[in-house]
């Protein structure tokens, strides 16, 4: 059974920064894409970064663009979202998918969802 287990997020001082960690297990397939997403009350998870686990580029899509550093550490099977100069209007869920054989680009674009999601981590970026 897949699972997917977010973990990193609380509070932080505007203008701080925050790792979060997305752990996967148990992919049937050996090639697949990480994306990371966020989701405030009422509104529609909105895609921030993506990357797979074979290589190649990561994607970042325009919100919180340079200011976002995603990485992998494939032999813990995590994936790693850095958030610097954190705002109060990022405060949110922030929530890890995976999906089977796509590019990053093409699950940040929405071009398909993930199959598998986590429970999320919430963020509170307050002073």
């Known amino acids: 059974q897949v699972q997917i287990v977010e973990s990193g997020g609380g509070l932080v001082q505007p203008g701080g920064s925050l790792t979060l960690s997305c752990t996967n297990s148990e992919v049937p397939t050996s090639i697949y894409a990480v994306g990371w997403f966020r989701q405030a009350p009422g509104k529609e998870r909105e895609p921030l970064a993506c990357i797979n686990n074979s290589g190649g580029a990561p994607y970042y899509t325009n919100s919180m663009k340079g200011r976002l550093t995603i990485s992998r550490d494939n032999s813990r099977k995590t994936v790693y979202l850095q958030m610097h100069n954190l705002k109060p209007e990022d405060t949110d869920v922030y929530h890890c998918?995976?999906?089977?054989?796509?590019?990053?680009?093409?699950?940040?674009?929405?071009?398909?969802?993930?199959?598998?999601w986590g429970q999320g981590t919430q963020v509170n970026v307050s002073s």
């Open positions: 998918g995976v999906v089977r054989l796509v590019t990053p680009q093409a699950l940040c674009l929405g071009r398909y969802a993930p199959d598998y």
